[in-house]
């Protein structure tokens, strides 16, 4: 097992960086958790999957880091493995974004290739397009190649981000259950 990047080699792009998780971040990991007012938000930081209870983080911090770390080589049930990285600016976490190493069923319909989350208080900086910059720079991406990306329609915000990095719009798509419309875009890093 390798991997495409040492958890002590941070990617740099600007102010920003990406580094793998590791426990010594637990603090301002934390400290973005409880800026998030809503539980999707607090689902999609912690990164388990919907049935992830939101007390995880109050468990053993060192097992949790481990989880997302082996989340490169093992496939939880009915997840893809990924790669998942925090971004920093100084000894701050940022935000959460990891790069699926291929798509299922579902998340070639909606979910695409990258997830990202930033904090509320680093929100309209410029983070979520310089970690989505600084991970598709990465060798995991360029071994993926053509990535998709996706966001809810009328999230004008993320939308900016993916087409700011190159992504093309290709279609949109209702996931149907009342969820809301997904716009779907490409970028080839190859």
Do not use: Q
């Not at 080699?9 to 809503?38: M, Q, W």
């Not at 080589?73 to 925090?86: L, N, S």
């Not at 940022?94 to 989350?117: D, K, P, Q, S, T």
């Not at 209702?174 to 779907?184: E, F, I, T, V």
């Amino acid at each position: 097992m390798t991997s495409d990047m040492p958890a002590s080699s941070p990617i740099s792009n600007d102010s920003l960086v990406l580094v793998r998780p590791h426990a010594r971040y637990r603090k301002t990991y934390l400290e973005g958790f409880r800026e998030l007012t809503n539980d999707a938000e607090r689902t999609a930081w912690i990164y388990l999957g919907e049935a992830a209870p939101l007390d995880t983080l109050d468990g053993d911090f060192d097992a949790y880091v481990n989880t997302l770390l082996n989340r490169e080589f093992e496939r939880p049930p009915g997840f893809v493995c990924d790669t998942i990285y925090w971004g920093l600016v100084g000894d701050t976490v940022v935000g959460r974004i990891a790069l699926r190493h291929e798509l299922n069923e579902m998340l070639a319909m909606v979910g695409g290739h990258i997830g990202y989350i930033v904090r509320p208080s680093y929100r309209n900086t410029g983070m979520a397009s310089a970690m989505l910059r600084a991970i598709l720079d990465t060798d995991r991406a360029r071994a993926v190649g053509r990535l998709l990306l996706t966001c809810d329609d009328g999230n004008a915000a993320s939308e900016r981000v993916i087409v700011r990095n190159g992504g093309i719009y290709e279609s949109s798509v209702s996931p149907g259950s009342g969820r809301p419309a997904k716009r779907r875009f490409w970028i080839d890093v190859r």
